[in-house]
């Protein structure tokens, strides 16, 4: 399938935006689905033709497609870690299995198709681990 108009790129774009960035969310799926790597391949593919159509048409400048990247104190960084926060007993324990790579690995998941620095990574990374205690 291949997405060719813009209005359904706009759309879909922020309903992945929403769900993977809301701070709303109530369901434990949509929190599951939020870091699906599925999710987050789509969401990178649909990002990137997003922004490439918004500056075909002008609705989205150089220097704005360069502000789409993430920064732990920041509302999107407050977003994750009030999510982090809310996991359950059997999240933290999975978690709690997971080796430095695979945690770093779950962090990446959740930010992308934002661009981030090493060092906005790293004080997520060490937010995951220090939940788990």
């Given at each position: 399938?291949?997405?060719?108009?813009?209005?359904?790129?706009?759309?879909?774009?922020?309903?992945?935006?929403?769900?993977?960035?809301?701070?709303?969310?109530?369901?434990?799926?949509?929190?599951?689905?939020?870091?699906?790597?599925?999710?987050?391949?789509?969401?990178?593919?649909?990002?990137?033709?997003?922004?490439?159509?918004?500056?075909?048409?002008?609705?989205?400048s150089d220097s704005d497609s360069e502000?789409?990247?993430?920064?732990?104190?920041?509302?999107t960084g407050q977003m994750f870690k009030?999510?982090?926060?809310?996991?359950?007993?059997?999240?933290?324990?999975?978690?709690?299995?997971?080796?430095?790579?695979?945690?770093?690995?779950?962090?990446?998941?959740?930010?992308?198709?934002?661009?981030?620095?090493?060092?906005?990574?790293?004080?997520?990374?060490?937010y995951l681990k220090n939940r788990i205690?």
């Amino acid at each position: 399938m291949k997405l060719e108009e813009y209005k359904h790129i706009n759309a879909l774009h922020k309903l992945l935006g929403k769900i993977r960035y809301g701070d709303k969310l109530d369901s434990d799926d949509i929190d599951f689905f939020a870091t699906s790597p599925l999710i987050v391949d789509i969401h990178k593919m649909v990002s990137e033709e997003w922004i490439k159509l918004s500056k075909e048409k002008g609705y989205l400048s150089d220097s704005d497609s360069e502000k789409m990247f993430f920064e732990f104190d920041s509302y999107t960084g407050q977003m994750f870690k009030n999510r982090i926060d809310n996991w359950d007993n059997q999240m933290i324990e999975a978690v709690k299995k997971w080796n430095q790579e695979q945690i770093e690995e779950y962090a990446i998941l959740m930010i992308v198709p934002l661009k981030y620095d090493q060092s906005e990574l790293d004080k997520l990374t060490n937010y995951l681990k220090n939940r788990i205690g």
